[in-house]
T-cell receptor, first 116, second 112 residues
Framework: ETGVTQTPRHLVMGMTNKKSLKCEQH?????MYWYKQSAKKPLELMFV???????ENNSVPSRFSPECPNSSHLFLHLHTLQPEDSALYLC???????????????FGNGTRLTVT | DQQVKQNSPSLSVQEGRISILNCDYT??????FLWYKKYPAEGPTFLIS?????DKNEDGRFTVFLNKSAKHLSLHIVPSQPGDSAVYFC???????????FGKGTKLSVIP
């Protein structure tokens, strides 16, 4: 079992669909993150959760809605997305939230999202 | 405007030789720097880091150098191995910030 598991690996959805991305970490970490990687762009931070509390919302449109029910699970709920939202969505975790310590991020393998 | 820049999209190196990957940053508030490696269809994995109070950190075949006055860091891999072929991302963060800022990456190909 890898440290950070993301499902599904691939997702194709229409603009009117509602779907969710799931992330689970088995490392006992206290912080979890959603990052977005679009083609030809650097990784962009979307959300940070520390001890299940959202501590950063990086100007992300409301059509992306995160949920962190406990320190091991993180969801990203998607609704009425646009084609330009097609990207690789990466979940990560760290022992403590970045900014509180220098513990490195451990990433999952990502969900490749295509919005048609 | 990109605060972390990796100006070389790709680099090819012969097996056994040194690989040098470069990274420049513009934000003087950054005080901690990291390198990540990414294989296709996998997430990035942490490789090595350096604090701004140091100018060098070494871990086996990997060494990171930091030149604060030039706002430049580099990753040296020696000797390079075919398994090192991957995309390498430079990242930086400032004290108290949650925002880890990444470069666009450099694709390293180590030729056997």
């Amino acid at each position: 079992e890898t440290g950070v598991t993301q499902t599904p690996r691939h997702l194709v959805m229409g603009m009117t669909n509602k779907k969710s991305l799931k992330c689970e970490q088995h490392l006992g970490h206290n912080a979890m993150y959603w990052y977005k990687q679009s083609a030809k762009k650097p990784l962009e931070l979307m959300f940070v959760y520390s001890l299940e509390e959202r501590v950063e919302n990086n100007s992300v449109p409301s059509r992306f809605s995160p949920e962190c029910p406990n320190s091991s699970h993180l969801f990203l709920h998607l609704h009425t997305l646009q084609p330009e939202d097609s990207a690789l969505y990466l979940c990560a975790s760290s022992q403590e939230a970045t900014g509180l310590s220098n513990s490195p991020l451990h990433f999952g393998n990502g969900t490749r999202l295509t919005v048609t | 405007d990109q605060q972390v820049k990796q100006n070389s999209p790709s680099l090819s190196v012969q097996e056994g030789r040194i690989s040098i990957l470069n990274c420049d940053y513009t934000n003087s508030m950054f005080d901690y720097f990291l390198w990540y490696k990414k294989y296709p269809a996998e997430g990035p994995t942490f490789l090595i880091s350096i604090s701004s109070i140091k100018d060098k950190n070494e871990d086996g075949r990997f060494t990171v150098f930091l030149n604060k006055s030039a706002k430049h860091l580099s990753l040296h891999i020696v000797p390079s191995q075919p398994g090192d072929s991957a995309v390498y991302f430079c990242a930086a963060i400032g004290a108290g910030s949650y925002q880890l800022t990444f470069g666009k990456g450099t694709k390293l190909s180590v030729i056997p």
